[in-house]
């Protein structure tokens, strides 16, 4: 593991969008795994300015996001697909087509999962993981339980999260209370990770992630067992 502590948010988004653009640009036609929530916004913001100056190249790249709240469709200004629009797909020149974000409104969510996961493993699985760390220790929708969840499934979301997340939707009862989520097969068989989170209230629960015992009560940790995983952190 790679643990790298930077004095700025800034300093982290420009690092994870470092390693980000080196993968596009040595394999152009690469797959990437995209997370949501506010820590990744820098580092799509510097990615898009690369991207106007013609430094990254995403027009054959594909893109799997790690989750979608039940119930939001793509439309909904708190839906991940919009987000993952908003503040990444629409400024960079990458197909749409080959973005993909599971489909919280799907008439049968199990077969939702089963079809976002095959098409994952279609696609030859994902070369680079991007993720955030939610404050249990969950990364996508993997919330805290007794056991690791292997596939791309539908998650309860934990009354913590909920709280977290409301900042966003202005009001907690507004929030969706289940997600789906991929599982932690396709998370660890990413060939590389990056996992980046900042502010003082990340510090403890990364280092009970990767300081402490690998344990499905803490979702994260299992990533202590993947060879590449590069961790970014700032404290501001
Ligand atoms: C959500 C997302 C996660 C994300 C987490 C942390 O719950 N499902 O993928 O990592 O929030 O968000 P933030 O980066 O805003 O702290």
Redesign the pocket.
């Known amino acids: 593991m790679k643990f790298f502590k930077v004095d700025s948010y800034e300093k982290l988004s420009r690092q994870a969008a470092n390693i980000i653009s080196a993968q596009v640009i040595l394999k152009p036609d690469c797959v990437l795994g995209l ?5 990744p916004i820098g580092t799509y913001k510097q990615l898009i300015k690369w991207c106007d100056k013609g430094d990254v190249d995403f027009s054959e790249v594909t893109t799997f996001n ?2 979608e709240y039940v119930g939001l469709d793509g439309s909904h200004d708190q839906s991940y697909r919009y987000f993952m629009n908003s503040n990444f797909f629409d400024h960079i020149n990458i197909r749409k087509e080959n973005t993909f974000v599971p489909n919280g409104c799907a008439e049968d969510l199990d077969e939702e999962c089963q079809n976002y996961e095959n098409m994952i493993r279609k696609a030859g699985g994902i070369d680079l993981q991007l ?4 404050l249990d220790g ?4 993997n919330e805290p339980d007794e056991y690791f969840c292997r596939d791309t499934h539908i998650a309860d979301l934990h009354e913590s ?1 909920i709280k ?2 409301a900042r966003f939707f202005g009001d907690e009862s507004l929030v969706p209370t289940q997600a789906i989520t991929m599982g932690m097969v396709s998370i660890m068989q990413a060939k590389k990770i990056i996992l980046i989170a900042n502010g003082q209230g990340k510090k403890e629960i990364l280092e009970k992630a990767f300081y402490g015992p690998v344990t499905p009560f803490i979702p994260a940790s299992i990533l202590q067992l993947h060879p590449d995983i590069t961790v970014i952190y700032s404290e501001n």
Not at 131 to 134: T, W
């Open positions: 997370a949501t929530g506010s820590s790690l989750d993720l955030g760390l939610g969950h990364i996508g929708f999260t977290a997340n």
